[in-house]
Every structure is written in structure tokens, then in C-alpha cells.
């Protein structure tokens, strides 16, 4: 289980981003992003739309599109579901407030339903 230092949210007219920063031995911190860039995703094949993950260090995820399936909430505790790979991430560290705007967050990128989110 990962656990996560800080959140970083961000939504404007081009892209919706959740970034995990991730506590990592060698770095200090790397980061795990979902983002959904709604600016040009329309003209994109549809095996290539809807939120992209990908975490820093990752090669499979840079040469591939890694694409979100699932993400469960429980708690403090995060599992996401992508092409590639899971991650369990731990929370605890974050603020009720922020979980509350990144669930928001979650579900604007999640707007036609591309992956399932479920909040225990």
C-alpha cells in the first residue's frame, strides 16, 4: 500500500487532474495522475478516451495507454484499477475536505460513466 503525502486537484477547460504524491524511497515523492483531458478527446480513437493513468518511473505506462477501469474508496483506503496495473493507496494523511473534492472531482471525470467508482 502506498501511502499518499498530498493531493494535487486541478480542473480547468482542458483537463481534469487527480494526482496522488506518493512517498518514495529514492525520490522522496513520485506521483500517480488520473487525467482526463476533455479539451481534444474527442478526436481521439475511442480505446484512447477517458481518464489516463499514470505513475512517475512507470515505462509499461509511458509506452502504452493505461486507461482508468475502476477506482474504490473505502475510507482511507484507495484501490485503483487500470489497464495495466492496481494501486492501493492509503489516505490517512489527507484531509476530510480534500477526499470531498477529489470524489467531486472523480465523478466530473467519470461524466460518461468510461469507469465505475464505488465508495464504501
Known amino acids: ?10 480542473e480547468n477547460d482542458k483537463d481534469l487532474i487527480v494526482s496522488f504524491a506518493i512517498d518514495d524511497a529514492d525520490f522522496g515523492v513520485k506521483s500517480l495522475t488520473l487525467l482526463r483531458t476533455l479539451f481534444f478527446e474527442e478526436l481521439l480513437d475511442e480505446e ?5 493513468v499514470s505513475f512517475e518511473g512507470d515505462e509499461v ?3 502504452h495507454v493505461n486507461v482508468l477501469n475502476r477506482i474504490s474508496i ?8 487500470s489497464t495495466f496495473r492496481k494501486y492501493q493507496l ?18 466530473k471525470q467519470n461524466h460518461d460513466n468510461r469507469f465505475t467508482i464505488q465508495i464504501a
Open 1 to 10: 500500500m502506498h501511502k499518499v503525502q498530498f493531493l494535487y486537484l486541478e
Open 48 to 52: 484512447k478516451r477517458g481518464v489516463m
Open 61 to 63: 505506462e509511458q509506452d
Open 74 to 81: 473505502n475510507g482511507d483506503e484507495v484501490e485503483i484499477t
Open 90 to 107: 492509503d489516505l490517512s494523511k489527507i484531509d476530510e475536505s480534500e477526499k470531498e473534492e477529489m470524489v467531486k472531482l472523480l465523478h
